[in-house]
């Protein structure tokens, strides 16, 4: 029964994450995708968002050193990372995506720095329990394992 | 909407009631690798047939080259290489597919830039799929 316990275990680091606002429904969203042709679409796709918003995060950190207070320049680069968060359903990182953007409206180049380094920790955050969740799931094996009692 | 043609709003009305359910061939136009990937899937769960172009040029050689046809284009508000908009405008002129724009915000602006150059549609991001049936 070892994998029934991952995959409880699995399952109620989902709902945490959910229920501390890191994921919204839009992740449901993504994980309904998943089926026989792509099991693993949900795993792909968060692996993309991580490969993309790491750079598009260091693309971000190069303009502020680069363009010191070219606010249009820094907000054109945060819309594109808000994007992929709407993707994936990374609601909290969005949220400070937001700030980030407001505080380019404001012309708050501190504040700016300030949520700057709020977005990359969320990111950071986020990426670890994803990868816990995901790992998680790749030890309980897949959904057919589950379904069928005693066949273990 | 106004400024939509006869054609354009009959093909909207035909797509409304569900004329042209499966076999919807799409073109997908938006920069987000991310985005297109959850895109590409849900319009195939949906039963259409996507193709997914990451910049608005790609996309115009496609139409025009005429290789493969379609039914509908979908693009993002916003790309490095061309403006939505312009990409709209474009596809508006050359040929007479229904477009409908994509993009993060909601802003009533946007959305009426859209409609002035002709979009048949509006979505927001993240886009769910019954959103996508209509």
């Known amino acids: ?152 | 909407m106004a400024t939509m043609g006869g054609d354009r709003r009959q093909m909207m009305e035909d797509v409304a009631e569900d004329k042209f359910p499966e076999g919807l061939r799409i073109l997908v136009v938006d920069d987000d690798r991310v985005c297109l990937m959850v895109l590409e899937a849900l319009l195939r769960r949906c039963k259409y047939q996507p193709t997914t172009v990451m910049d608005a040029k790609t996309a115009l050689r496609m139409l025009m080259a005429g290789k493969q046809q379609f039914d509908l284009v979908i693009t993002d508000v916003r790309m490095p290489d061309m403006d939505g908009f312009k990409l709209l405008e474009l596809i508006r002129l050359e040929m007479d597919l229904p477009v409908i724009m994509l993009s993060v915000d909601c802003d009533k602006k946007v959305v009426m830039k859209g409609i002035e150059h002709g979009a048949s549609d509006f979505m927001v991001k993240p886009v769910r799929t019954h959103e996508l049936k209509n």
């Not at chain 1, 207070?69 to 992929?84: E, P, T, V, Y």
């Not at chain 1, 994803?130 to 005693?150: I, M, N």
């Open chain 1, 1 to 152: 029964m070892e994998y029934a316990n991952l995959r409880r275990q699995a399952a109620s680091l989902k709902r945490s994450l959910f229920d501390q606002g890191y994921l919204d429904e839009q992740f449901c969203q993504v994980e309904d995708l998943q089926d026989e042709a792509s099991p693993n679409f949900a795993e792909e796709v968060v692996s993309l968002f991580f490969k993309d918003s790491a750079r598009l995060v260091t693309n971000i950190e190069q303009a502020m050193e680069k363009y010191p207070k070219d606010f249009n320049r820094w907000d054109a680069h945060m819309q594109q990372l808000r994007g992929s968060c709407f993707s994936i359903g990374a609601s909290k990182m969005n949220n400070e995506c937001t700030s980030f953007r407001n505080s380019c409206g404001e012309e708050n180049a501190e504040g700016c720095r300030r949520t700057f380094q709020k977005v990359k920790r969320e990111h950071a955050i986020l990426r670890q329990k994803l990868e816990s969740y995901f790992q998680l799931l790749r030890q309980a094996g897949p959904a057919r394992a589950a379904t069928r009692p005693g066949s273990m």
